[in-house]
């Protein structure tokens, strides 16, 4: 997602030590972060519960236990820069809920690829707005959101159940758009509702591409969104879904 | 639970290493001891789904979290002895998922008591029963059956509930006794099920009464049953509930 050393120069030119309204804005970032992570954990947890075999339950309680880590190294960032953890984890709650209702799964592939798709595009979002706050918040959400284990495991599994099947692949891949629809509404509404979310993600947009100091703010959350598409495309032609 | 000491100089007289035998109930004793690990995370994680409050949320995911890795050091040492994990891990799957269904709590408390009370009760026939294994074996069980944190802040949460409300505090004692039977029937199901895990049991409380060599197989599942339910009555009126 664009070039991480020429955005380093500028971010720190530009940002330099976090003030009051930077800290609050990390602390925005981070509560998402630290929900996206809870969610994780909980979606994880029931996936143990419905896993179809005795490895993949292992596998998904144990990537729920990661999850529970990674929330609480961001809680702790999140109370270094003066926010309440228990104040902030419950922000979110609502429209992350919303998304969970609207795509319930109705097998275990379909569950795997929501976990696929849906999160990654947040995490991508998050990932974006991390290139807006200082530079050890963002080193943590970049590292935090850098655990790939459960994407590898799920394309495996998704690739090979997908191998032998065209009904399936199109079924997924249907799927996978009305997942994808319901992530990036997800993040318009994010965007609507917290303005501190849509000033990061701008500001990370001009990072990582080198715009100059004060252009920030003409980046739409159009222009977000179509990044978020992209990254979604490149994601689904990794398992020769169509997006 | 009796005295440890003593016991510790004649178990070792008694077993020394482990040979074929001993390594096949050993097995068996620490693949339900990681199952019940196992269930403590998938209810730990259902309690932090339906946490009345936000700390209480928190608490419970990372509780969810240390059983993962608690579950997961027993299989380890399962894997030491020979017994494969993947195998091992579904074996007791029926007989707790029965205890689970027919303890379905209604409230917040009554899930609690459940924890509190259900889990000690499969948890001190695994202490008993380790006094029967080779000592490493045994010194991971006590210890992972040691992590006595879920245990006070149960036992806190629910004696601040039922302080000023004794209609709730008669209310749970009755809860308590449904789950307390249900979690006996499921030792006594363990029991006829598993020779291994009587053969455990009968020879722990024989290491920890000091009887002699031999003496171990008169020892009939009562007695084990009895010994329950003396630490039962005993975690019950730490919460001054009648049991």
């Excluded at 143990?48 to 075999?53: F, I, K």
């Excluded at 702790?76 to 922000?91: C, K, M």
């Excluded at 080193?139 to 690739?159: G, I, K, Q, T």
């Excluded at 990044?227 to 979604?232: G, N, P, V, Y």
Aim: glycine fraction near 6%.
């Amino acid at each position: 997602m664009g070039c991480g050393t020429c955005a380093t120069a500028y971010y720190q030119h530009v940002v330099g030590e976090p003030d009051v309204d930077q800290r609050a804005d990390a602390v925005e970032l981070l509560a998402l972060v630290a929900t996206l992570a809870d969610h994780a954990f909980v979606r994880f947890a029931a996936d143990a519960v419905n896993a179809p075999t005795a490895p993949e339950r292992l596998s998904r309680s144990r990537l729920a236990a990661c999850s529970v880590s990674r929330r609480d190294r961001v809680l702790d960032r999140l109370a270094d820069l003066g926010g309440d953890p228990v104040v902030q984890i419950v922000r979110f709650d609502r429209v992350l809920d919303d998304f969970d209702a609207r795509t319930e799964p109705a097998t275990w592939a379909e569950r795997l690829l929501r976990g696929y798709v849906g999160c990654a595009v947040s995490e991508d979002f998050c990932r974006l707005a991390a290139w807006g706050v200082d530079v050890d918040s963002r080193d943590l959400v970049l590292d935090v959101l850098d655990d790939a284990d459960h994407v590898e495991a799920s394309v495996m599994a998704l690739c090979e159940a997908c191998a032998d099947d065209p009904a399936l692949a199109s079924r997924l891949a249907l799927w996978g758009r009305r997942v994808v629809g319901e992530s990036l509404q997800t993040v318009s509404r994010l965007l609507a509702a917290y303005p501190a979310l849509g000033r990061l993600a701008a500001r990370g947009m001009s990072a990582l591409r080198e715009v100059p100091d004060g252009a920030e703010d003409v980046q739409p959350a159009s222009k977000v969104l179509n990044e978020l598409t992209a990254e979604h495309t490149r994601r689904m032609s990794k398992l020769s879904l169509t997006a």
